[in-house]
């Protein structure tokens, strides 16, 4: 007898899902998602030893999903301007893998090590940033209509954050960047349409990466967060992977900002 697969949490089964910056904190856990939905995953990032010990984890934590045609990782540096086009060419040709991909999800950013003050910014580090936050989507979305339908039921998510509306001292330009990429995301909605386009804005996510970078001040990043949550506690990138997963199952939804902050705006 086939089992039936139900038509929510079915959704995603056997779509092709890439997440750029898969390998770690919110991409990761993505990644974990879509695998528990049945999605194909492919995870891609820009250090080879993070990206293969990424992918084995997933595998040893779903194993009956993570065969190696239904779970793949590949290396990009979205820092290297030179190459770019052809790189994110060359990831979306491996994702793709002779088909079409249905969702891809952009996660990567800078976040090693904190933004300089502004007295400290320099041409090189905003070039950087820029490449990484703003340059490396747009041009993801240049190229996607060779390697995906362009129909509603797809979609392409890209990644700003709480700073872009509410800025901590020394992150002027971060929030730039931040900003445009809301901005932008409504410019390849319409360029792109009726393919998806859409924004996640995370606030306080304690991922790994941001306890490495706070050191011994983490406890203290976590009590300053709980302070400002309406909700009482800092987010969780298992938490903020559930808004990903609603815009990729949405297929009304484009050009939308969805929130994830615990309230940080109002509190």
Known sequence: ??????????????????????????????????????????????????????????????????????????????????????????????AANGAKINHVIIT?????????????????????????????PLIFAKYLPQFMDRVSENSITLTSGAHGHKPDPGWSAITGYIGAVETMMKGLAVDLKPLRVNVVSPGAIMTEVVRQMLGPHYDMAIQMAKEKSLVGSAGTPESVAQAYLYLMKDPFVTGTVLESNGGLLLA
């Open 1 to 94: 007898m086939t089992r039936k697969t139900g038509k929510y949490v079915g959704r995603l089964g056997d779509k092709i899902v890439l997440i750029v910056g898969g390998t770690s904190g919110i991409g990761y856990a993505i990644a974990e998602a879509a695998l528990e939905h049945n999605a194909i995953v492919i995870v891609a990032g820009s250090n080879s030893v993070k990206m293969e010990e990424a992918v084995a984890r997933l595998r040893c934590s779903y194993p009956s999903q993570c065969s190696k045609t239904r779970l793949r990782g590949i290396t990009i540096d979205l820092a290297d301007g030179e190459n770019l086009e052809a790189n994110v060419q060359s990831v979306l040709r491996f």
């Open 108 to 136: 990567a950013a800078d976040m090693m090590p904190p933004p300089p003050p502004l007295a400290g910014i320099t041409v090189q580090s905003l070039e950087r940033s820029g490449r990484i936050r703003y340059t490396a």
